[in-house]
């Protein structure tokens, strides 16, 4: 697949970009997708939640009622989890949420999500972006001179800029990552992705 390679300026330049076909033109794996989006949504969370079960209640042990005569159950505790302020049954505990997928596993889910936007044509090639200052102003002309400004938008670029990603940062839906980050959720995630020209060449080295 070749595309066309754009300017800041939004306009298409002589440049052509040809994408690898066996990164950007395979069968997606939807399972493969799922069990990676999964992972990742996993690992973001903290785990620290936790209900008060029957030990952590604060309360009197002692019997509130005697155990027969009383026309109804019996009762040991005030911390017994069928009474209003009492624990928790079976209540969440912290614990780690994260599992293990293979690194082929990932691999080929990175892979799908990003043929899945090659076959949607949305997929946008851009000149190198080069900063001398954080300009939030300057990012948003790109963008709307690209007419992606009203997306969700992913900006791959080879390296860490400071510059770029200081830009980019108060800016609603959109993100920006080194072409290393590249994952499954944030692909998918976004309406148009924008790569730079020499953020290509990094991915495909990523995936090869």
Do not use: W
Not at 10 to 20: P, Q, R, Y
Not at 23 to 29: L, R
Not at 66 to 72: A, H, I, L, R, S
Not at 159 to 187: F, G, M, P
Request: aromatic share 6%; hydrophobic share 35%.
């Amino acid at each position: 697949m070749e595309l066309a390679v754009y300017n800041a300026e939004g306009k298409a330049t002589s440049k052509k970009v040809k994408l690898d076909d066996s990164i950007f033109g395979i069968e997606p794996n939807d399972h493969a997708i799922y069990l990676d989006v999964k992972l990742i949504m996993a690992n973001k969370r903290q785990g620290t939640h936790m209900a008060r079960e029957r030990a952590d209640v604060r309360g009197s042990t002692r019997k509130i009622k005697k155990q027969k005569g009383t026309g109804t159950a019996r009762a040991g505790s005030i911390k017994n989890p069928l009474f209003r302020g009492g624990g928790t049954i079976f209540g969440p505990r912290p614990r780690n949420y994260s599992f293990k997928l293979n690194k082929k596993q990932r691999k080929l889910a990175r892979m799908s999500a990003l043929s899945y936007k090659a076959k949607e044509e949305s997929i946008l090639i851009l000149e190198d972006l080069k900063m001398d200052l954080p300009k939030t102003k300057e990012y948003m002309a790109v963008m709307n001179n690209l007419k992606v400004s009203e997306m969700k938008t992913l900006v791959v670029i080879a390296e860490n800029d400071k510059n770029v990603y200081l830009s980019s940062r108060n800016v609603q839906n959109t993100k920006v990552i080194e072409a290393s980050q590249v994952n499954t959720y944030d692909v998918l995630n976004c309406k148009k992705l924008i790569i730079s020209e020499s953020a290509i060449d990094k991915i495909e080295n990523l995936f090869s």
